[in-house]
């Protein structure tokens, strides 16, 4: 129907918030009973341009195992929120979140991953976190698995590589749907699902010594049994609570032709189509055809069981949730110069600048892909994730200025308004990193993110302090006004 009136800003019940990830936020690795996850073999990286993640061996994680300190593997000491959840959302709810998307640690819970019953005092840590995001009225957003899984599950049958992994995860989301049913409404299934075309980091599969056919074979294997787990688990979730709404979510890169050449076109086309899969299985419900000549031409022959697809139809998602940090640029002969950022491998974009870590800031990428995604999906959309990392001072007087941080999302944030005043159903904003973390690719402290600072170095040094930086009360003003004061 044609309608001459159209929104003019955020729905009244916008979720502006914050995001964060156990593995990088919370610590207590060893604390009652939890099992050692994937995220606690990755070793820091030499370098903010070296990424280790996807480096692990069989080799390095007998290492890791048999090393018990936090030196090299920061990822384990998080930054403490496991003893400081009460302060850390007490600042949140200062800043007027309506919305907190955290993860749960799986190995809390189930600390191999294939016990019968759960671990009691894991799940009494994520009652404390939602009774005290209850008591300010913040809305959890949780993500089961962000980028982590019980080790003792790559140990034993590398990780998603195994179709038997499915259960484990079926019967961890189970006990989680129902223990907490009446405390949380959004659940998201993978973090960045994509991701697993990148291997361990993703898919708890090692994989770094194999060929890159075999390494196709396993994460596109793996990623199926994602998919089979993620539409399981959806269903799941109705069936317990029907007032769940359940998301996927993706690492969204959008696509740019190098030059308006067809051939470029076309290459951009189909590098965004192999970002876009994910969300096709997760909300149609099925395998898009162009994955059928792509999967065969590169040789990848899944075992796809005969259940597999109505499991797919009956499993799709609610919402899309995703996640945006940049855009990237194809060309059908690899001839722009290349471009550096996470997990990315695309062309420079001349007319974008980059973070300190190469990432290419695009605030109008993020209005395109809204809409790109609005109209292809038509079902509603959720940004929750968002930032700039960033090298932020401590000046003497406990004062950060990050300028930069405010200019970035602001921008995004303009972009995004837009994009809901194009018609796109938007439903939040959880901006990544709302605390200062460990970063997922290079496990650095010093790639900032958040609006409030926390006192520790690249090595685990300083006293774990949190300080407003000047974004604090930035996003503060942009919350109250329903993004109507930018
Ligand atoms: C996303 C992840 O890829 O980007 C987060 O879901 C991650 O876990 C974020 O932290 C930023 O990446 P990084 O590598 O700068 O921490």
């Not at 090393?67 to 959302?89: A, L, M, S």
């Not at 799940?123 to 009225?137: G, Q, S």
Request: aromatic letters at 12%; a negative charge; one cysteine or more.
């Amino acid at each position: 129907m044609y309608k001459t009136d159209y929104p003019k800003g955020f729905k009244k019940d916008f979720l502006w918030g914050g995001a964060t990830a156990a593995n990088q936020l919370e610590g207590g690795w060893d604390q009652d009973g939890k099992g050692m996850t994937t995220a606690e073999v990755i070793r820091k990286a030499e370098n903010k341009m070296n990424l280790t993640f996807n480096e692990v061996t069989k080799e390095s994680i007998e290492e890791a195992i048999a090393d018990k300190t936090t030196d090299n593997y920061p990822k384990r000491r998080g930054v403490d929120f496991y003893h400081n959840y009460k302060e850390d959302i007490k600042l949140f709810s200062e800043m007027g979140f309506k919305a907190y998307r955290m993860s749960m640690a799986w190995a809390r819970i189930f600390p191999n991953g294939d016990e019968t019953e759960p671990n009691e005092a894991g799940l009494l840590f994520y009652d404390k976190v939602f009774d005290e995001l209850a008591k300010y009225n913040i809305e959890p957003v949780v993500t089961l698995s962000h980028y982590e899984m019980p080790l003792a599950l790559t140990v034993k049958q590398n990780g998603w590589a195994s179709r038997d992994t499915i259960s484990s995860f079926t019967r961890y989301a189970d006990i989680v749907f129902k223990r907490y049913q009446d405390k949380v409404k959004y659940w998201l299934t993978f973090n960045e699902i994509n991701a697993g075309t990148f291997g361990f980091m993703g898919t708890g599969a090692i994989d770094s010594t194999l060929t890159e056919k075999e390494q196709l074979q396993i994460r596109y294997q793996a990623l199926h049994h994602q998919f089979i787990a993620s539409a399981l688990v959806v269903k799941q979730g109705h069936k317990i609570n029907p007032e769940f709404k359940i998301g996927n979510m993706l690492a969204r890169m959008q696509t740019y032709p190098l030059t308006p050449n067809p051939d470029d076109v076309r290459a951009a086309q189909e590098n965004d189509n192999l970002n876009l899969f994910f969300t096709d299985v997760q909300v149609r419900g099925e395998y898009p055809e162009y994955m059928n000549r792509y999967l065969s031409e590169n040789d990848v022959k899944l075992n796809f069981q005969p259940n597999d697809e109505v499991i797919l139809k009956e499993g799709t998602v609610d919402f899309i949730s995703f996640s945006y940090y940049m855009s990237t640029v194809t060309s059908a002969n690899n001839a722009g110069d290349k471009s550096v950022g996470n997990m990315l491998n695309g062309e420079k974009n001349p007319y974008l600048e980059t973070s300190e870590w190469g990432w290419q800031i695009d605030p109008v990428g993020l209005r395109i892909t809204l809409n790109e995604m609005w109209n292809r999906y038509r079902v509603p959309l959720m940004i929750v994730e968002n930032g700039l990392g960033a090298v932020d001072t401590l000046e003497a007087d406990g004062k950060i200025h990050d300028d930069y941080r405010i200019k970035y999302l602001h921008e995004h944030i303009i972009q995004m308004k837009e994009a809901v005043m194009d018609g796109v159903d938007l439903m939040g904003y959880t901006m990544w990193g709302c605390i200062d973390l460990i970063s997922a690719s290079t496990s650095e402290m010093s790639k900032r993110y958040g609006f409030i600072y926390v006192d520790q170095d690249d090595n685990g040094n300083g006293t774990l302090r949190r300080y407003k930086k000047d974004s604090f009360n930035w996003y503060k003003q942009v919350i109250k006004s329903n993004g109507s004061n930018l």
